[in-house]
Each structure stands twice: as structure tokens, then as C-alpha cells.
């Protein structure tokens, strides 16, 4: 029986191991993926989701999550939250809501609050230093504020062959108070269906939810495509119209995984991403933009990994 999960960014392997291991011993989609994301959220040395990750220009960690079920599209999300360690599993639950599913600032960190999700300060020390060393930096210089972001975004497919898909973000460090990407938003940053398969997103959100570009792979994987023509039609056709219309296109990457866990991937700028299914053990992967409408995809090196491990663990001075 098929099983798979995909995953943006090397931060997601460690979860990906875990969930890889419960997948094959026919753990369920929806805890298979709540794991792998809490992972993520979990370990400090990610600045760009859950604890440890990077705060609004006020110094204040914002979060967004999101947690769809594809055999019932049942969505749960909640943006701007504060100070819980888990916003994927307070998305989760508020996906069985038949009203009320998607909560945002106060509301959604009272309602975490209300139903006993663990609430910690999620600004760490580090955080902290980088956040008022930018500050400095952009006092002397016009420096663009808007980088160090990156959101986990999976898709998981289980032995039964349910999907289920999910986000998580602190969003883009130094964003305004109030700023909420794609992420938690159905059909910018993910979109399952059971029935054909899902997508999930990473990138400057802003520029994602123009293109509803997670809903429209899953809708072309619909239509017959396999996850990675799906994935390169859609992101690369829609990178060229924000090019053409608007001068540029900010950065993008997006990963899929159809029902029968076969994947895809496409981004516009040097993306890692993880993988795991019945298969292939799970695996770090490297992917580029190629020539026309491809993507060029290699297993991440030795060499990449350790800088990889160096960068996010560097001294902070
Ligand atoms: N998509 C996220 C946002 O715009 C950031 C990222 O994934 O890099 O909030």
C-alpha cells in the first residue's frame, strides 16, 4: 500500500524521518503530518516558523498556520497568533469547526488559550539579537527588511489513502504588525483532495496569493498532469504573467504529491525540499529553475548540508 510525504525546506527532515517511520506502519495522514510540522515548530535553530522564529518590526512573533483534510476539505487556520508552540495543532482542531474555522490575532491566540494548547514565549534569545541587529542595519543603510522567511508546508498521503495538507510560518521577518502571507490562506499556500492529490507553498506571499498557485496544481493534477508537469506548468507560466504585468515576481516554490505518491516540485529560485514514501527513504533534494518551463532537481551534497548546519547554528553576535 502507497504511503508519501513531501516537504518544503530542509528543516522539514527531521520531522519527515518520524513521520516516514509511522507511515509505513500505517499511522494516519492527518497525525503523520501534525508530527512532522510540530518538528519544525518545536526546534529553535528555524527562525522562520514556530519557536525561535523571526519577529514583525515591533518585535512581536506573529504566527500562521494552516490544516486541511482532503477527504472532507475541511480547513482549519489561524494567523497572527501569539506565544503558542503549536499553531499547526490549534489549526487542526479548528478544522472540525463547521463555522469559525479560520481565527486571526487575539481571537485565535484567546481560543488557544481557552482549549489548553501549551502557550510559551516564543521569542528566544536569539531571535531577539537578530531582530535588533536588523533594526541597526537598516538605520544605515536602505537595506530591505523582507528576508529570512521560510514556511514548512507538507502533504502527506497514508495507507488508506486519505491526504491531508499543512503550513506553518512566522512569515516575513520585520512584516507589519497585522501582515498575514499566504500561508494560512486556502488555495495560496496548500489545497488537498483526496481524490487527485496536494500542493503547498513557500515564498513571498504577497506574490503566492496572486496566483492561487497551491489549488491550481492540484486542479491541473485533476485534469491529468502528473505532480511535476502540474507544478512547472503552473508556477513557471505564472511567474512569467507577474514578470510581464508587473516588472518582476517575487520568489516562489511550491511542492506536490499526487494519490498515488508520485511528486513534483517548481520554484524560481534555489529551493531545498524533502521527501519520503513507500519507495524512497526520505531524502534532502536541491531544485533549480532549468532552461524553459523545467525544473532541474539533485539530491542535496554532503557539502551543502554541513554549510547548511553551520548557518543556521552561527553566533549570533
Ligand atoms: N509564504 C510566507 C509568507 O509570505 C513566507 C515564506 O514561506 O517564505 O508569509
Redesign the pocket.
Known amino acids: 500500500m502507497k504511503w508519501g510525504i513531501i516537504a518544503t525546506w530542509r528543516m522539514a527532515y527531521e520531522g519527515i524521518m518520524g513521520a516516514a517511520e509511522d507511515l509505513s506502519q500505517g499511522l494516519s495522514a492527518k497525525d503523520a503530518l501534525e508530527n512532522t510540522i510540530k518538528a519544525v515548530e518545536d526546534y529553535p535553530f528555524y527562525k522562520?516558523v514556530g519557536y525561535g522564529g523571526l519577529p514583525n518590526e515591533q518585535g512581536i512573533v506573529e504566527l500562521?498556520a494552516a490544516y486541511m483534510d482532503g477527504d472532507n476539505f475541511n480547513i482549519g487556520a489561524v494567523a497572527g497568533i501569539q506565544d503558542v508552540k503549536n499553531p499547526i495543532s490549534v489549526a487542526r482542531k479548528l478544522s472540525n469547526n463547521r463555522f469559525n474555522s479560520f481565527l486571526v490575532g487575539s481571537g485565535a491566540t484567546a481560543y488557544a488559550q481557552k482549549n489548553n494548547f501549551e502557550r510559551i514565549n516564543m521569542l528566544t534569545e536569539r531571535a531577539k539579537k537578530i531582530w535588533e541587529n536588523r533594526l541597526e542595519e537598516m538605520k544605515n543603510s536602505n537595506l530591505s527588511p523582507y528576508d529570512g522567511?521560510?514556511?514548512v508546508g507538507a502533504v502527506c498521503l497514508d495507507k488508506n489513502k486519505s491526504m491531508v495538507a499543512g503550513t506553518s510560518?512566522s512569515?516575513?521577518f520585520m512584516k507589519k504588525q497585522g501582515r498575514v502571507?499566504?500561508?494560512p490562506l486556502s488555495g495560496s499556500?496548500f489545497y488537498v483532495d483526496s481524490e487527485i492529490g496536494g500542493a503547498t507553498?513557500?515564498?513571498?506571499?504577497?506574490d503566492?496569493m496572486k496566483g492561487c498557485l497551491s489549488y491550481e496544481i492540484v486542479r491541473l493534477m485533476g485534469e491529468g498532469l502528473s505532480p511535476q508537469a502540474a507544478a512547472d506548468k503552473a508556477v513557471y507560466e505564472f511567474h512569467d504573467k507577474l514578470a510581464k504585468r508587473k516588472g518582476k515576481a517575487g520568489a516562489f516554490s511550491l511542492v506536490c504529491m499526487n494519490n498515488k505518491g508520485e511528486w513534483g516540485v517548481a520554484t524560481n529560485v534555489e529551493f531545498s525540499f524533502v521527501v519520503a514514501t513507500d519507495k524512497e527513504s526520505p531524502k534532502i533534494y536541491l531544485a533549480n529553475k532549468g532552461e524553459g518551463h523545467t525544473t532541474i532537481i539533485e539530491e542535496a551534497s554532503q557539502e551543502w548540508l554541513d554549510a547548511y548546519e553551520e548557518r543556521i547554528k552561527r553566533p549570533i553576535q
Do not use: N
Not at 507553498?201 to 504577497?206: D, N, V
Open positions: 522562520s500562521d522567511h521560510d514556511t510560518s512569515g516575513l502571507g499566504d500561508s499556500g507553498a513557500t515564498g513571498l506571499g504577497e503566492l
